[in-house]
Each structure stands twice: as structure tokens, then as C-alpha cells.
């Protein structure tokens, strides 16, 4: 057998082997975005900024509900409209049944991850907090803890999972939603570490 028929051949069984365990690959690639715990007792939960449709702050409400925390920092920049993304999202929470004092907005001026662990792990420091919850969407908890270990120094941080439907490890290439979220997040999972 000559060798261009041996690549050829290698190729070919290369890949009918990613079509035969392409959804064994696919949720091995979701399952490594994916690295979050079970809440604990905190100082406080911290939400981040991102979640469009409100299910960070009602995970955040939920944990404050719970008592695993006495109350939520959101933070979130200028976003819609001239108003803080913290802004609409407590109010998102409160049209969901949660009380306005189980949250403390925290405007900030971040247009990344890496600026907002910045300024959020100066404001627990400011405040005294020593433990806290970090919540966030599931898909993008690797990459948040990752960044935010690089600022906590002594503080203790848990990372707590915001389930989205949108993306699950088990079916995310199944819709346009999840299939988006899990290219943004590898492209930025990739690139941060560069410095882009």
C-alpha cells in the first residue's frame, strides 16, 4: 500500500471515528467549560454581569433565599438604554418575587471579566467580605474562576453555577443558543490567556 493511500485511509477512518463519537466529543468539550460547586456559607454572593435574560440575579436570589449568604453584590456596566445592567437586573429580581434588600447594585465600568474581577474583588476587600460565592453561567464558570484566582489572594471563593437551558453539557450543539454560547465562550476561554 503506498503511503498516499495509507493517509488517505488514516483520514478517512479519522474522521468516520469523530462522526461515530462526535456527541462523546462535543460533551467532553461542554463538561470542560463547566467547573462550579455546590454553594456554601458565604459573606456574600457575588453576580455577574452578562446574563440577559435575568437567570445569574435569580440564582443569586435564590441563594440569598436559602441562606447561604445574607445578601448579593451585582455588578454590571452601563448597559441599555443609559442604565446599569445592575440596575435592570435587581429590578428583574424583584418582578420575580425576590426582596430589593437581597441585593446590593455595584455599577461598574468593565468591559471584560478580568476588569470586572478588578474592581470586584477591591470592593470585598473594601467591605471586609473574606468568603464569597461567585455566580455566574454555568458554561462560563471555568474561565471566571480562572480570572478571578488571579486577584482573590486570601479570599475564599466558591463558584456557583447559574444553570442555563440554552446550554446543557449533554445537548448544547442541539440549539442555536447553546451553540452560540459555547463558541463565545471557547473563543474567549482560548484568546484570554493571549491577552486579547
Known amino acids: 500500500m503506498s503511503s498516499r493511500t495509507k493517509l488517505l485511509?488514516?483520514?478517512v477512518l479519522l474522521?468516520?471515528?469523530l462522526v461515530a463519537f462526535r456527541e462523546s466529543c462535543f460533551r467532553a468539550l461542554g463538561a470542560f467549560l463547566v467547573r462550579a460547586a455546590e454553594p456554601r456559607k458565604a459573606d456574600v454572593a457575588v453576580i455577574l454581569a452578562g446574563d440577559w435574560r435575568g437567570l445569574r440575579i435569580l440564582r443569586g436570589g435564590e441563594l440569598v433565599k436559602a441562606g447561604y449568604v445574607p445578601v448579593a453584590?451585582?455588578?454590571g456596566p452601563l448597559a441599555h438604554y443609559g442604565q446599569y445592567e445592575s440596575d435592570l437586573a435587581v429590578a428583574f429580581a424583584v418582578r420575580h418575587g425576590y426582596p430589593e434588600s437581597a441585593f446590593l447594585r455595584f455599577p461598574i465600568h468593565a468591559t471584560s471579566?478580568?476588569?470586572e474581577a478588578r474592581l470586584v474583588v477591591a470592593e470585598l476587600r473594601r467591605r471586609g467580605w473574606k468568603r464569597f460565592l461567585l455566580v455566574t453561567s454555568d458554561y462560563h464558570t471555568r474561565r471566571a474562576s480562572r480570572i478571578f484566582r488571579?486577584?482573590?489572594g486570601d479570599l475564599q471563593m466558591t463558584v456557583?453555577?447559574?444553570p442555563d437551558a440554552s446550554f446543557t453539557v449533554d445537548g448544547w450543539w442541539k440549539s442555536r443558543e447553546g451553540r452560540k454560547a459555547f463558541a463565545f465562550e471557547w473563543m474567549k476561554t482560548v484568546t484570554e490567556p493571549l491577552g486579547f
Request: aromatic share 6%; glycine share 6%; charged share 20%.
Open 9 to 11: 485511509l488514516a483520514a
Open 15 to 17: 474522521l468516520a471515528g
Open 73 to 75: 453584590l451585582v455588578d
Open 113 to 115: 471579566t478580568d476588569e
Open 150 to 152: 488571579k486577584y482573590i
Open 160 to 162: 456557583v453555577a447559574a
